[in-house]
Each structure stands twice: as structure tokens, then as C-alpha cells.
């Protein structure tokens, strides 16, 4: 049997460009996203909360993983200098913390208290590229 080869028409349909999905995932998004926050941060030249020297890193008081309402929420992040968040996450130094809540006082800590408990699902790539946007330097 004699294969035939294929007849095209001259259709003149107009060509729609499909919309590229970002190719992105979501880890990767929500790692942009702190860099972004910790970039933005670093701009301000803030200084540590403990002791008083230029602030390198904003520390989050209730960790990213136990609340993901505060992850992004300026009420939770705390500047600190290297060498005091080093004593606080390397060697477990309480007094970091504790000078922290002396300064920001007891209703900063009961509101944060509160807000820890609300859950907002940051796995959406269109929340992730707010923050993104909204700590573009």
C-alpha cells in the first residue's frame, strides 16, 4: 500500500499564544520569598534588638515552621546581628528572647500570641508572588 502524503488546508486561524504556567514550585517560590523579606530588611539599616549594633538578619520570633499566618508578618520579625542570633539558634541562649519581650512589652506578646493560632495556607503561588512583589527592593 502507497502512503500518500499529508494535505494541509490554508486554514488562516488566527494562532492563540497559550499562557506559560510558572514553572516554579512552591518551595522554591516560598525560599525567593525570604530572601526577598531578609534583602528588604537589610536596606533599612536596622539595628539589633539585643545589642544595639547594625542588624544583619530579621529574626522570626515564632519560627516560620510553627506559624504560617506570621512567617510573612512584620510584627514577628526582630532584627538582630549575626553574633546574637548565633547565641540565640546556635547556643540556645535565652536571654535574646528575653530582651527582646522587655522591649516590645507584654501586649506585643499577647498579640502575637493570638495571631500564631490563625492559619492562613501560604502554598499558592499567587500569595508567594505578593510578597515577592511587596519586598521588591
Known amino acids: 500500500m502507497k502512503r500518500t502524503p499529508l494535505k494541509r488546508g490554508n486554514s488562516k486561524l488566527k494562532r492563540t ?3 506559560k504556567q510558572s514553572t516554579q514550585s512552591i518551595p522554591s517560590l516560598k525560599r525567593k520569598a525570604d530572601r526577598q523579606l531578609q534583602d528588604y530588611y537589610r536596606t ?5 534588638m539585643s545589642c544595639g ?3 544583619d538578619i530579621v529574626h522570626h520570633f515564632y519560627p516560620k515552621s510553627s506559624s504560617s499566618y ?3 508578618e512584620d510584627i514577628n520579625l ?11 539558634h546556635c547556643f540556645g ?4 528572647h528575653a530582651i527582646i519581650q522587655n522591649k516590645k512589652g507584654e501586649k506585643w506578646l499577647a498579640t502575637l500570641m493570638v ?10 503561588k499567587k500569595f508567594l508572588n505578593a510578597i515577592i512583589e511587596k519586598y521588591e527592593i
Open 78 to 88: 526582630i532584627p538582630l546581628c549575626h553574633k546574637c542570633h548565633s547565641l540565640h
Open 44 to 48: 533599612l539599616n536596622l539595628k539589633c
Open 17 to 19: 499564544k497559550i499562557k
Open 53 to 55: 549594633k547594625k542588624a
Open 93 to 96: 541562649d535565652p536571654s535574646i
Open 115 to 124: 495571631l500564631r493560632r490563625k492559619y492562613l495556607s501560604i502554598n499558592s
Open 70 to 72: 506570621l512567617r510573612y
